[in-house]
């Protein structure tokens, strides 16, 4: 419980810093230049490393920043690093779909699958959408808009090969009847916990990204040591199951659909653009790739 009340403050806390950013963005803008942004890029075709956990396969026409990109560029997008951030991919076009994939690992322990053919979309949807309107309750007394978990996209899927767990919620605001943004997450099971994978994109451009996503996913593999079937007996078991992993996930939803929510958010809109802007202009640098030249082991 105390973990779980722990989550939410985080959720209340950030939405308190997205909700005075907007206020911000009301006033007249100062004078002051924009400070210069430095994402160090490797293109594809290249590797990312996810810390010493895992690695990317990434495929020409993309690229990858490893943690301290990471970080930038969820500043830039007004969400708050939490330490676990490991790397972002993102599509190298100037035209297309504008969209970043987040990869964060989450050292739960091992997360064991037998409920893989027990899981039930429709308790899982009814537990995200109880925890979501009990923190519209309290965001209502912050003054601050409410958010609502309309449905699946895709209701959860396990692959029982690659241990991938991937689900996609559809939500909307009090602004409109129709769902709004898609909050697209994988978890991707490991030895001590999993790699948590969200992407963040514009609504409109969700079902093109996706097609992307996966062609990404599937360039990544944990390294030796850390892969779902390297468990030994005596490592940390996760609490909970695969079931757990959605309905924990669905505490910290606000924080996951605010990303590709605020994207349509009129009062943040001109903000967002600039971080997509400085996220994919002129501004971001480009680094030597540190495999070219790497001696083979």
């Given amino acids: 419980m105390a973990r779980t009340a722990l989550k939410a403050l985080f959720v209340f806390a950030l939405l308190a810093l997205a909700c005075s950013m907007a206020a ?64 972002v991919v993102i599509p190298d076009s100037a035209s297309g779909p504008k969209w970043f994939m987040t990869f964060e690992f989450e050292e739960r322990g091992y997360v ?41 996209e895709h209701a959860p899927y396990y692959d029982p090969l690659s241990h991938n767990l991937t689900w996609a ?42 097609v992307q996503m996966d062609s990404i996913i599937h360039g990544f593999s944990y390294v030796q040591g850390n892969r779902y079937s390297d468990f030994t007996k005596g490592d940390k078991i996760a609490e909970g199951g695969l079931a757990a992993l959605v309905a924990v996930a669905g505490i910290g939803l606000l924080f996951k659909f605010w990303k590709p929510l605020v994207v349509g958010v009129v009062a943040l809109g001109g903000l967002i653009k600039k971080a997509f802007s400085s996220i994919f202009g002129s501004k971001e640098i480009k680094m030597e790739d540190p495999n070219k030249g790497a001696a083979q082991g």
């Fill in 112 to 152: 064991k699958d037998d409920d893989k053919d027990k899981l039930d979309a429709d308790a899982l949807l009814k537990s995200i959408q109880d925890s979501t309107e009990s923190a519209n309750a309290e965001r209502q007394k912050h003054g601050w808009k409410a958010f609502h978990v309309t449905g699946w």
């Fill in 169 to 210: 919620i559809k939500g909307r605001g009090d602004e409109s009847q129709e769902s709004t943004s898609v909050n697209h997450s994988i978890r991707l099971l490991g030895r001590r916990g999993t790699m948590d994978v969200d992407l963040v994109v514009a609504p409109e451009d969700y079902a093109a990204s996706t």
């Fill in 24 to 87: 911000l963005a009301q006033e007249p803008q100062s004078q002051q230049p924009e400070p210069q942004v430095r994402i160090e890029w490797q293109e594809g075709p290249t590797v990312g490393h996810l810390g010493s956990i895992a690695e990317l396969s990434i495929p020409a026409g993309y690229r990858f920043t490893g943690k301290e990109g990471a970080k930038t560029v969820l500043e830039l997008t007004h969400n708050i690093p939490n330490g676990r951030e490991l790397g």
